[in-house]
Every structure is written in C-alpha cells, then in structure tokens.
C-alpha cells in the first residue's frame, strides 16, 4: 500500500451513539454500541477472501523479524500519520482508547469514557499503568500528551482532530476532562489513534527536540524501544511490567526494505517472518510457495488518484472527469492489485457505511463516478476545456507496483485524451514528504494513494475536503460543503450524520476532487513459525504485535 495520513493515519467505529444531552457513555457501553464493518468468518469479494483474523498463537517465542517498506523519520506520536510510523508505535505506545482487530471501539488507557453533556468528555484512567521508565501514569501524563498535538510548534499531524477541543484539564488523580466548542462525533473516536497517545511528561520534555528518534518514547505499550540502528532495523523488546496481557514475543525487530523484491525474498528465504503492505506482484508468488500464508483483512482503504494542485489543467473540472473516464480501472485491479480488489467510482469504502440506514447507504452510492472506460467523451471533455497538449505531472514511486503502475495507466489514460502526463519519480523513503511539505508537491499535479480510514465512518475521508483540512492539498473550497462537515461533525446521531455524508460523498463525486479507482484490503503475510498478528487495518493503532507467537 502506499504511504497516507491517518486521520484519523487512518480514527474509529460507529455505532447507534446517543451521545446528546446528558447521556452517560461509559467506554464498555460504547464498545456494545458500537459496530464495525460486518464481518462473519470469511467471505468471498470478487476472487479473494476476507479472514477475520489469523489462527491465535500457540505459544511464545524468543523474537520475530517483520518487513517494513520504509523507515521511519520520527516515531514521535504527533508525526505517526503513516503506516511505517503507526506500524512500529502501535506497539510501543497506547492511546485512551483502542481500536480493536474487529475494528471496533474498546477502553485503552481509559477504562471509562463519560460524556455527561454534548460538549465534554470525561477520561478516567486505569491505575497502575507504568511507563517504560518505570513511573506510573497520572492524569497530568496525559493532559501533557494531548496538549503536544495542539501545540502549533509541533505541526502535529493530528491536529484536525483537535480543532474543536477547548481545553484539557486534570479532574483528578486519574481523570481528565476535555471540553470541546462544540459537539464533535469524531473526537472520541480517534482517542483510539495517535491523536489520543499518552507518554510520560518528564520522560518527552528530557529528550526535548530529539524525542522520537532516538531513546526511549516513555509509553506504556507491551513493547519498549531497543537499537535502532538507522537506515536497516528497529529493535523492540518485550515490556515485562505492561499492564495488559504480556507479548508472546520476547522481542521483535523491524528490517527497512525498500525494494519490493527485496521484501518478498526476505519472507520467502525466512530473513523475515511476516509483513503487512505487501508487494502487489508478490502475491501469488508466497500465495503459492509453502513458506507460509497471505491472508487478507478488512482495510477500510481506496485506491485514488490524489489532486494536489488545480493551478493547472486539473483545476478544470473537464478535465479531472475526464481523465476518470479514460482510466482503466479493470486493468489497474489486475495487473496493479494482482486482482485483489474491486473497481471503485466511491472515494469511501462500502464498509465504512454499514452501520448506516439501507436507504442512505443506498443513497451513498447512486450516481457516482463512473467506472466504465468511455474514450470518446473523455476526449470531448478534454477539447471542451481547451487542454488538449496540456502538461500535468504525476508522481510515482519504487515503493510498489500498485504506485507505479496506477501511475503509468494515468499516464497511457491521458495519451489516450490529449494530455501530457509526465511521471516523476520519487524514492519511497521521500514519498511521505509528499503528505507533510507542500515544497514536495511543488510542480506536481498529482500522485497515487492509498486513502484508509482510521475510524469506520465516511467522514474520516470526506473531510479533507474541507477547506483548509490537511490533505486538502488543491486548496478545494467551498461554503456549503464546509457547512455540510460541521453538520456532520456535530452530529452524534449515526444515522442523521450517515444522511449528511451522503451528501458529501456526492458533493466530492460531482467535483472529483481525488480521482477513487479501486477498494483494496489489507494484506498480510506469515510463515510457519508465527501467527496470530490481525488481518485488519487495526495494525494501525492496536499493538498487534503482542499477539504474535508459535505456530506450532
């Protein structure tokens, strides 16, 4: 899969949630409430299955090794918006909440979430939780934390999520209070991301602008940080003082594996045990090698083309349609996917609606962007606007063939039209710089990503399009739909708010403000020795890690 924010990066789960008035939620009911995307044991979407986990573990083992794509630049939380970051922090570091291999909402830090009024939200803490310097945390911990991602001189990538939070304070020993301006549904849902983290005060502030990349992280997660020796591996060690079930592994080290071949190689000679985000032209070869298993999760993921800048040809809507028309998105599932994935015109996943009503999920994707290849009217477009012989640049990467080739279909689309679609290439180790510096987005038009929600609602992917959001890299705006978020935002009710983003879905599908082409699932591979890591994109924040054990 291809580096991208989490917002969640990537918050989570929805459920029938009365949150108004003076509802009492406590963290074991919204976990009732709640309900991820359905799920039975495993079924079939067009020639690949879902698994809802991997066999549990066995028993422990000494350590693991696992296949990373990149490494990262900071696995400071604040800056944890991308999968190698989030990867590797998951299980180092915890947050209040936890999103779990069910995708589902569960306590984390917090063993009790209380919304006494629409605007405030109570976190009381578990006692007893050690950090991994052997302090025990307290509300001022995390009143700290979440301060740091507010706090404009971290450029915190979760800073969206904050927006509409007041103030943090210490209610008690273990208790904090979060007062918000207004009600906001997806604040106490991405308290299960990076945006609700808690690490030791003394422990950030000693390590000053280094934290993060070197020493401890002073979390609380079941695994601790060991060597990191840069450019090849990250070592993890187990936490024996964790407070949660303790990991099965006694330590894991993460191997940086740039080259796609490389990675597979890796797993099929055993120099690695297993890896999410795995090379598309991979998969038969380990589906077929008897080294292991390939399985396939719940990803909540979509396939798009990103349109960073409408400076140029783009900022024509002509254009962007009918570039969409020429794009073979048939092909790109075949040869770009290795057939793991179905043909999209949604920019959201079917399963981020399906806690919705079934009129309003229907509602959700009638009359969108159209799938079907159609020449001939994308070259009338295109004649229409005036762009025929018109440049546009498109980013691309060694990271994976689902970039480089969703790149080179872009590219042979807009030959097809008229268009002049440049492709320039990026090292994956600099592709992630594409989401945080608009200096790596300067002269280029658009990139392939691969968009996963963080939490399983619509709006964790519709709002950046908000003017101003931080992946509205084109610099979209638009009153009404700005309007339509924070209707979205304030409502606690999922089936009023689902209506809202149907609205928004349309909105986004009308303008192609990112070009969707496909829904992809997560993929992850294990060998023999070890199993129990999820199927799901909950790698993202839930420490999976700890699960992994013996096989045998």
Same mark, same amino acid.
């Given at each position: 899969?291809?580096?991208?924010?989490?917002?969640?990066?990537?918050?989570?789960?929805?459920?029938?949630?009365?949150?108004?008035?003076?509802?009492?939620?406590?963290?074991?009911?919204?976990?009732?409430?709640?309900?991820?995307?359905?799920?039975?044991?495993?079924?079939? =979407?067009?020639?690949?299955?879902?698994?809802?986990?991997?066999?549990?573990?066995?028993?422990?083992?000494?350590?693991?090794?696992?296949?990373?794509?990149?490494?990262?630049?900071?696995?400071?939380?604040?800056?944890?918006?991308?999968?190698?970051?989030?990867?590797?922090?998951?299980?180092?570091?915890?947050?209040?909440?936890?999103?779990?291999?069910?995708?589902?909402?569960?306590?984390?830090? !917090?063993?009790?979430?209380?919304?006494?009024?629409?605007?405030?939200?109570?976190?009381?803490?578990?006692?007893?939780?050690?950090?991994?310097?052997?302090?025990?945390?307290?509300?001022?911990?995390?009143?700290?934390?979440?301060?740091?991602?507010?706090?404009?001189?971290?450029?915190?990538?979760?800073? =969206?999520?904050? =927006?509409?939070?007041?103030?943090?304070?210490?209610?008690?020993?273990?208790?904090?209070?979060?007062?918000?301006?207004?009600?906001?549904?997806?604040?106490? =849902?991405?308290?299960? *991301?990076?945006?609700?983290?808690?690490?030791?005060?003394?422990?950030?502030?000693?390590?000053?602008?280094? %934290?993060?990349?070197?020493?401890?992280?002073?979390?609380?997660?079941? /695994?601790?940080?060991?060597?990191?020796?840069?450019?090849?591996?990250?070592?993890?060690?187990?936490?024996?003082? %964790?407070?949660?079930?303790?990991?099965?592994?006694?330590?894991?080290?993460?191997? /940086?594996?740039?080259?796609?071949? &490389?990675?597979?190689?890796?797993?099929?000679?055993?120099?690695?045990?297993?890896? %999410?985000?795995?090379?598309?032209?991979?998969?038969?070869?380990?589906?077929?090698?008897?080294?292991?298993?390939? %399985?396939?999760?719940?990803?909540?993921?979509?396939?798009?083309?990103?349109?960073?800048?409408?400076?140029?040809?783009?900022?024509?809507?002509?254009?962007?349609?009918?570039?969409?028309?020429?794009?073979?998105?048939?092909?790109?599932?075949?040869?770009?996917?290795?057939?793991?994935?179905?043909?999209?015109?949604?920019?959201?996943?079917?399963?981020?609606?399906?806690?919705?009503?079934?009129?309003?999920?229907?509602? !959700?994707?009638?009359?969108?962007?159209?799938?079907?290849?159609?020449?001939?009217?994308?070259?009338?477009?295109?004649?229409?606007?005036?762009?025929?012989?018109?440049?546009?640049?498109?980013?691309?990467?060694?990271?994976?063939?689902?970039?480089?080739?969703?790149?080179?279909?872009?590219?042979? !689309?807009?030959?097809?039209?008229?268009?002049?679609?440049?492709?320039?290439?990026?090292?994956?180790?600099?592709?992630?710089?594409?989401?945080? @510096?608009?200096?790596?987005?300067?002269?280029?038009?658009?990139?392939?990503?691969? +968009?996963?929600?963080?939490?399983? @609602?619509?709006?964790?992917?519709?709002?950046?399009?908000?003017?101003?959001?931080?992946?509205?890299?084109?610099?979209?705006?638009?009153?009404?739909?700005?309007?339509?978020?924070?209707?979205?935002?304030?409502?606690? @009710?999922?089936?009023?708010?689902?209506?809202?983003?149907?609205?928004?879905?349309?909105?986004?599908?009308?303008?192609?403000?990112?070009?969707?082409?496909?829904?992809?699932?997560? &993929?992850?591979?294990?060998?023999?020795?070890? *199993?129990?890591?999820?199927?799901?994109?909950?790698?993202?924040? +839930?420490?999976? !890690?700890?699960?992994?054990?013996?096989?045998?």
């Amino acid at each position: 899969m291809t580096p991208t924010p989490a917002r969640r990066a990537g918050a989570t789960p929805r459920g029938r949630l009365a949150l108004a008035g003076t509802a009492l939620l406590s963290a074991a009911a919204l976990v009732a409430a709640c309900s991820g995307p359905p799920r039975g044991g495993t079924s079939d =979407q067009a020639g690949f299955q879902l698994s809802a986990s991997t066999p549990p573990a066995k028993g422990e083992i000494q350590s693991f090794t696992w296949a990373t794509y990149a490494e990262p630049p900071t696995l400071d939380y604040v800056q944890a918006f991308d999968y190698p970051q989030n990867t590797i922090l998951a299980n180092v570091c915890e947050s209040l909440m936890r999103w779990t291999p069910q995708l589902t909402l569960a306590p984390g830090l !917090a063993e009790k979430a209380s919304n006494p009024d629409p605007t405030t939200w109570v976190y009381d803490l578990r006692s007893g939780v050690h950090f991994h310097d052997g302090t025990v945390m307290t509300a001022d911990d995390v009143v700290y934390s979440l301060g740091r991602q507010t706090n404009p001189d971290n450029a915190s990538a979760w800073a =969206q999520v904050f =927006q509409n939070v007041d103030s943090v304070t210490k209610t008690g020993p273990l208790q904090v209070t979060v007062k918000l301006k207004q009600p906001d549904s997806q604040f106490p =849902q991405y308290m299960a *991301t990076a945006a609700g983290v808690v690490a030791a005060k003394a422990g950030v502030e000693a390590a000053g602008k280094d %934290y993060g990349t070197t020493g401890s992280l002073d979390c609380t997660g079941p /695994f601790t940080m060991g060597t990191w020796a840069k450019g090849q591996s990250i070592e993890l060690q187990r936490f024996d003082s %964790y407070w949660g079930t303790k990991a099965k592994s006694g330590k894991v080290v993460f191997s /940086f594996l740039t080259d796609p071949s &490389a990675r597979t190689n890796a797993m099929l000679s055993g120099d690695v045990d297993g890896g %999410y985000l795995i090379p598309t032209e991979s998969y038969d070869r380990l589906k077929k090698s008897g080294a292991g298993t390939l %399985y396939f999760g719940e990803g909540l993921s979509t396939v798009n083309v990103n349109v960073t800048s409408m400076q140029g040809a783009l900022g024509d809507v002509r254009v962007r349609k009918a570039l969409s028309l020429a794009l073979d998105r048939g092909g790109f599932v075949r040869t770009g996917l290795g057939g793991s994935g179905s043909v999209t015109g949604s920019l959201t996943t079917r399963a981020a609606w399906a806690t919705a009503p079934d009129d309003v999920r229907k509602a !959700a994707f009638e009359g969108l962007t159209p799938t079907a290849q159609d020449i001939e009217q994308a070259k009338s477009l295109v004649k229409e606007a005036g762009a025929n012989g018109k440049t546009l640049v498109m980013a691309t990467s060694t990271i994976g063939q689902d970039v480089s080739l969703l790149a080179t279909a872009v590219q042979a !689309a807009g030959a097809r039209i008229g268009l002049d679609i440049q492709l320039k290439t990026i090292a994956p180790n600099a592709f992630t710089a594409l989401f945080t @510096d608009p200096k790596a987005r300067e002269g280029i038009d658009m990139f392939p990503e691969t +968009y996963y929600d963080s939490i399983t @609602d619509p709006l964790d992917l519709l709002t950046n399009f908000k003017t101003g959001a931080y992946q509205n890299f084109a610099g979209y705006g638009d009153k009404a739909y700005d309007d339509l978020v924070d209707r979205a935002t304030a409502e606690y @009710d999922p089936a009023k708010r689902a209506a809202i983003e149907a609205q928004l879905q349309k909105t986004a599908s009308e303008q192609l403000l990112w070009i969707p082409v496909a829904e992809w699932p997560t &993929a992850v591979f294990l060998n023999k020795r070890i *199993t129990g890591a999820p199927t799901t994109i909950s790698y993202m924040y +839930y420490p999976w !890690a700890a699960d992994v054990g013996a096989a045998q």
